[in-house]
C-alpha cells in the first residue's frame, strides 16, 4: 500500500458489487475499508431477488396443491395462506443471509463502517464524523425505486414495502410493465389477491422478444391477472376501504395497495460526487469509461449505480473485472452480449442472446423456430400453462444468436443453454445433442420448424 493513504480501496455500498470488488481485493492483500448505511448485501439480498424469489415460491402452491388432484392427492380443507409467516419467515432467511455476509467481510481482512459515507474529494471519505484517505474509492451504491410525482403518488408503495406488508390486501393495483411489475403481479395473484396491472405502453417486457412478451401476458391473463394496456394512473385517493386509483382510461380501480414498479434511480444523490470530477447520466447514474473507471482517476463506479445492466450477477463480473484489473493480471473481461436473464413472472420467462428484431437487424439471414407445447405436470395436472421457446438463427453461420423460453423452469433451463451460446454453439450442435426424456428443455435439441 501507499503509504500516503488510509487505504487502498474504500467501497461505498455493501451489496452485491461492492462486497465481491472488497473481499476480492482484500484477498490479494490489500487494505480495504466498505462503507454501508443499511443493510449488507444490498437490495438483491434484502428488497430484491432472494426475498423475491421466496415470494414467488410461495405464490406458486396454490397451483401445485390443485394438480396434485389429477395425481390421485386429496388435499382436505380449502389451503389457506399465513401471511405473517410467510413474511416474517423471509426476514428470519434475509437476516441470516445479512450475517452470512458480515462474516464473508470479516474473514476477508475488510474494514466495515456502518454508516454513510461522502465522497470528499479524490482521495477522501468522510464517514460518522471522521476523514479516511484511500488510493482508490470504489462507489457501488445501487439504486432506489422510482415513483413518479402525480396526485395522490405518496400513497402508492415502492417494491422495497412489499417485503414487510402488515396484511395481504384482498386486491391490488400494479404500476409498470417491466420485470418488477409482472414478477409483484404474479406473486400478488397467486397468494389470492385480486390483481390489475396497468402499463403505459402497449406491451409488456418491451425489452424482450416481442412474442415472449405477448405469451406472458396471455398467461398471467389466464392465471387471472386484469392487465391494462395504454393507459395510465391519473389520480390516486383514500376511501373508507382503502385507494381509488383512478385510470387516465377513465375507470377506477378500487384496491387496498398500490404498487408503483417504475423503474429505479442510480442511488447518487447527496454522495459527494460535487467534490469530484465524477460525471453523471441524465437520471444521475455514474458515467464510467474502460474499466469502470469514472473521470476522476482515482474513483471507480460499477452495479446499478452505473445504470448498465441493473443485474447482480453483472455487478458481480464487473466487480472481479475492476478488481483483476486493478491489482491482478488484467485478463478478466466481461461480455454485455450474452447475458442470460430472467423474469420471475408466472409463467417465467427467461432468454439469452438476441431478439428476433435484434436478429432481424444484425443478419442477413435468420431462421426462427418455434415449439408450443404443454408440459407434462400438466396433463394430468389439469392447467391450462403451456411452454414456448424459440431458437434464432443466423443461417450463414449457422450460429443460434437468441434463445427464449417462457413457462415452467425457464432461468433453470435457459442458464445451461446459455453455456452452450457463449460458447459459439451451433444449429447443428443442438441437432447433434440428445435429450433428456421426458424433459421439457429436451424440446431445445429437437426443434425442427
Ligand atoms: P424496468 O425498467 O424493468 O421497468 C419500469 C417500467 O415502469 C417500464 O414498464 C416503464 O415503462 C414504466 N414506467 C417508467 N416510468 C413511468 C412513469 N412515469 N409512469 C408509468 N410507468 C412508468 O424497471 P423495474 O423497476 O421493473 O426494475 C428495475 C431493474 O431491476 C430492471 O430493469 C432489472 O434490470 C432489475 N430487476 C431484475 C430482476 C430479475 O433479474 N429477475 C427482477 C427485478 C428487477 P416504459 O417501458 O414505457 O418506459
Known sequence: MSDHYDFDLFVIGAGSGGVRAARMAASKGKK???????????????????????????????????????????????????????????????????????????????????GRATVEGPHQISINGVDYSAENILIATGGWPFIPEFPGSELAISSNEMFYLEQLPEKSVVVGGGY??????????????????????????????????????????????????????????KNAQGLSVHLKAGNCIEAGLALYATGRNANTAHLGLENTAVTTNHNGSIQVEDQFR??????????????????????????????????????????????????FCQPELATVGLTEAQAKQKYRNIQVYRSDFKPMLHTLGGAADRIFIKLIVDC???????????????????????????????KAHFDATIGIHPSSAEEFVTLRQ
Open 294 to 343: 469514472t473521470v476522476e482517476p482515482s474513483i471507480y463506479a460499477l452495479g446499478d449505480v452505473i445504470d448498465r445492466v441493473q443485474l447482480t450477477p453483472v455487478a458481480i463480473q464487473e466487480a472481479m473485472v475492476l478488481i483483476d484489473h486493478l491489482y491482478g493480471d488484467n485478463s478478466l473481461e466481461i461480455d454485455y452480449n450474452h447475458i442470460p436473464t430472467a423474469v
Open 180 to 237: 418488477i411489475a409482472v414478477e409483484f403481479a404474479g406473486i400478488l395473484n397467486g397468494l389470492g389477491v385480486e390483481t390489475h396491472l396497468v402499463y403505459r405502453g402497449p406491451q409488456l417486457l418491451k425489452a424482450f422478444d416481442q412474442e415472449m412478451g405477448d405469451r406472458v401476458k396471455m398467461g398471467m391473463q389466464a392465471k387471472g391477472v386484469k392487465i391494462y394496456l395504454n393507459t395510465e394512473v391519473e389520480e390516486i385517493t
Open 32 to 114: 480495504v475499508a466498505v462503507a454501508e448505511e443499511r443493510y449488507l448485501g444490498g437490495t438483491c439480498v434484502n428488497v430484491g431477488c432472494v426475498p423475491k424469489k421466496l415470494f414467488v415460491y410461495a405464490s406458486q402452491f396454490p397451483e401445485l396443491f390443485h394438480a396434485s388432484r389429477g395425481f390421485g392427492w386429496d388435499m382436505g380443507d380449502q389451503p389457506n395462506l399465513n401471511w405473517s409467516r410467510l413474511r416474517d419467515n423471509k426476514t428470519t432467511e434475509i437476516e441470516r443471509l445479512n450475517l452470512i455476509y458480515q462474516q464473508l467481510l470479516d474473514n476477508s481482512g475488510a474494514k466495515l463502517f456502518n
Open 396 to 426: 450463414e453461420s449457422d450460429r443460434v444468436v437468441g434463445c427464449h423460453m417462457v413457462g415452467d423452469h425457464a432461468a433453470e433451463i435457459i442458464q445451461g443453454i446459455a453455456i452452450a451460446i457463449k460458447a459459439g454453439a451451433t
